[in-house]
């Protein structure tokens, strides 16, 4: 069964940092495109990041470009969102969500298209 689950969430504090994994079981995230959504209270799905199945290149949102990074560790089957200088507006529940076919790009995940597998995500506040 295919199955992908978020870990890391917390409360933590303006400007800390916490780092997120989605751990993969059922099949393996070789070649696939990963992405990263989160979903604050009240507003709709966003997505926040990807990580290329191919060739490692990765994508932001804007809302969060030189704060994450997006890795991947193929030996251990997953993928991790790294949070660095946290802000309230970060405040959401995070999910990683694989695509249906290798063939789907980080331009097709981040653009809702063949999402097919989702964590059931993991709540990050940021609050003082």
């Known amino acids: 069964q295919v199955q992908l689950v978020e870990f890391g969430g917390g409360l933590v504090q303006p400007g800390d940092s916490l780092r997120l994994s989605c751990v993969a079981s059922g099949f393996s995230l070789d070649y696939y495109a990963i992405g990263w959504f989160r979903q604050a209270p009240g507003k709709e799905r966003e997505g926040v990041s990807c990580?290329?199945?191919?060739?490692?290149?990765?994508d932001y949102a804007d809302s969060v470009k030189g704060r994450f990074t997006i890795s991947r560790d193929n030996a251990k089957n997953t993928v991790y969102l790294h949070m660095n200088s946290l802000k309230p507006e970060d405040t959401a529940v995070y999910y990683c969500?694989?695509?249906?076919?290798?063939?789907?790009?980080?331009?097709?995940?981040?653009?809702?298209?063949?999402?097919?597998?989702w964590g059931q995500g993991t709540p990050v506040t940021v609050s003082s």
């Open positions: 969500v694989a695509p249906s076919t290798v063939v789907a790009g980080c331009h097709d995940v981040l653009g809702y298209r063949y999402l097919e597998h």
């Open positions: 990580i290329s199945g191919t060739d490692g290149s990765t």
